[in-house]
C-alpha cells in the first residue's frame, strides 16, 4: 500500500492551491482542517511546519510546505498527469512557478499593505515596481494559451491561483488578459471538484 498523502489545510488559506493540485493528479488524500490560532501555532502542528500556517502536505515520511513546492513535487510524483513539462523543456515552467512564488507574491502583498519602494529599495525589493511585475505577467499571459506555452502545467494551478485572488481582493490589477487566463484554468473539473470540497468546509455565515 502507498503511502497516505494528508492535506493540512484550512479552506480560507492557500490550501486550496494544493488541494486544486491534488485533483489534478488524481492523487488519493485525506484532508485535515488546521484552524487559525492555537491549532496552527500547536507544538504537533509546528514539528510539521514551523511557520505555523498552511498549507502543509505529507505523503508518507515526506513533509512539502509552500504552494510552489507543493505543486512541483506532486507534478513528478504523478508524471501520468502530464503538469510538469519533459525535463529538457521546464525552463519557462521553472521560471513561472518562481517568479509567482518570488516578485509576483511580494510585488501584490506590498502595493495590497501599501508599501510602494523607490529610489535605492526598488534595487532592495527583489521585483523593482508593481508595474514591472504586473506588465511582466500580462504580456506573458496575453493570447489563448497558459502561461508555458499551449499545455496546462503546474505552474498554471499556482499562477492561476494568484491571478484569480488577486483581482478578486484587488492586490493585482485586472486587465482583460488576466480575465481571459482565469476563465481558461478555471474551466477544469479538477477545479470545480477542488472549489466545491474547500467550500463545503467553509464556517456557515450567520442567520
Known sequence: MPDEIILYTNPMSRGRIARWMLEEVGASYRVEVVDY???????DYL?????????????GDTVVTECAAICA????????????????????YYRWLFFAAGPLEAAATNNAMG???????????GYGTFETTQSTLEAALTGD???TGDTFTAAD????????????????EKCPAFE????????????????????????????
Open 37 to 43: 490560532g492555537d491549532a496552527m501555532k500547536s507544538p
Open 47 to 59: 514539528a510539521l511546519n514551523p511557520m505555523g500556517k498552511v498549507p502543509t502536505l505529507c505523503d
Open 73 to 92: 513535487y506532486l507534478a513528478d510524483m504523478y508524471p501520468d498527469a502530464g503538469l510538469a513539462p519533459p525535463l529538457d523543456a521546464r525552463g519557462p
Open 115 to 125: 508599501f510602494i519602494p523607490e529610489g535605492d529599495a526598488q534595487k532592495m525589493s
Open 145 to 147: 494559451g497558459f502561461i
Open 157 to 172: 494551478v499556482y499562477i492561476g491561483a494568484h491571478v484569480g485572488w488577486g483581482m478578486q481582493f484587488g492586490s493585482i
Open 180 to 207: 481571459a487566463y482565469w476563465a481558461r484554468v478555471t474551466d477544469r473539473d479538477a477545479y470545480r471538484r477542488a472549489t466545491e470540497l474547500d467550500d463545503a468546509l467553509m464556517p456557515e455565515k450567520p442567520a
